[in-house]
């Protein structure tokens, strides 16, 4: 059982280039996240996706696009990077369900982006 | 308006203390969870503690609980005994409801600590 699991791990990326960072579970949750971290910000939501087949934007949304592959597969696309995109990237996922009930997300390890 | 508010940006504390992390929130909604995570250098977000905004008593896991006060909107953090291994940043996080199924947390900036022996 992994988890949440990301790739990569850290990437360089010259401004104007485009990528993809992606995120898998393995929990079968229905629930999936994009956050973006930045020093003295605290975490912020990109995209999310709260069940297979939908995705909605969160607070940051500007400069990124997201595809939900199927249930395990939460994809963040970068088309044209900025150096404002410099962050720490993180992917989470939930079971969803009912609001009122708990619901804990599990986090990915990160992707430290950096762009020049 | 910033929903979770963290006015500690550092604390320090000697080991086996015990220190008092804060964390005040804003919501108009009546049902709510309150999450605190823990970072530490490596990165990596581990999850604490929670308490849901029906729960009548105050969270407790381990050497971690959550001191709830609804009235005032804080939910802070206490950690007993303090270890060297806490040092870490703290997050207070809130998700509001109702929700479209999709659970996103709203996170603080974040409190840095730091254990000394």
């Known amino acids: 059982n992994a988890g949440v699991t990301q790739t990569p791990k850290f990437q360089v990326l010259k401004t104007g280039q485009s990528m993809t960072l992606q995120c898998a579970q393995d929990m079968n949750h229905n629930s999936m996240y994009w956050y973006r971290q930045d020093p003295g910000m605290g975490l912020r939501l990109i995209y999310y996706?709260?069940?297979?087949?939908?995705?909605d934007k969160g607070e940051v949304p500007n400069g990124y696009n997201v595809s939900r592959l199927n249930k395990r597969e939460f994809s963040l696309r970068l088309e044209s990077a900025a150096p404002s995109q410099t962050s720490v990237y993180f992917c989470?996922?939930?079971?969803?369900?009912?609001?009122?009930?708990?619901?804990?997300?599990?986090f990915g390890p990160g992707t430290r982006l950096t762009v020049l | 308006a910033q929903k979770i508010t963290q006015t500690q940006p550092g604390m320090f504390v000697q080991e086996k203390e015990a220190v008092t992390l804060d964390c005040t929130y804003d919501t108009s909604d009546q049902s709510y969870g309150l999450f605190w995570y823990k970072q530490p250098s490596s990165g990596e977000m581990i999850f604490l503690i929670y308490?849901?905004?029906?729960?009548?008593q105050n969270a407790t896991e381990g050497r971690y609980s959550l001191n709830f006060q609804k009235a005032r909107k804080s939910a802070n953090l206490v950690i007993s005994a303090s270890q060297l291994g806490d040092s870490a940043m703290y997050f207070c996080a809130m998700r509001e409801f109702p929700n479209q199924a999709g659970t996103a947390l709203i996170f603080g900036k974040g409190t840095t600590l730091s254990v000394s022996s």
């Open positions: 308490q849901g905004s029906y729960d009548e």
């Open positions: 996706s709260a069940s297979e087949g939908t995705t």
């Open positions: 989470a996922s939930t079971t969803g369900g009912l609001a009122g009930s708990y619901n804990e997300q599990f």
